[in-house]
């Protein structure tokens, strides 16, 4: 059997001419910064995870996410841009469901999940 050798970039690249593109709109790189890097494994394995149940606080997840993705940025690397690219990998089940529905939406935002899931575990 060959070893795929790919990268996380060149997986993610595939098919994306003919793939809806989701809800999320990545702003512009500070001035000094990047918005080309790689999303390397380590990082997205220490994301926390969101499945959308009610016990769950969509808030902390927030948090959460801030910290793991604050601590693990590059230096020349855009903070805000790495978080938007890396956040669909924290979702789980109904709270991934919820972001595929979106992606026929306008923009999105990490407040208006919160929102969303606050109301609807209310």
Known sequence: MAVDNRT???LSI????????????Y?????GKTDEFELKSSLLHHIPKYHGLSMEDPNKHLKEFEV????????NVDGN??????????LMDKAK???LWKRNKRGFCLCSFSFVFR???A
Do not use: H, Y
């Open 97 to 99: 469901d919820w972001l």
């Open 8 to 10: 996380i970039k060149e």
């Open 68 to 75: 793991v993705c604050s601590s693990m940025t590059p230096i």
């Open 81 to 90: 841009i790495l978080k938007m690219k890396a956040f669909p990998f924290s």
């Open 27 to 31: 702003p512009r790189a500070a001035a």
């Open 14 to 25: 595939s098919g994306l001419d003919t793939a809806v593109p989701l809800c999320i709109q």
């Open 119 to 121: 109301r609807r575990n």
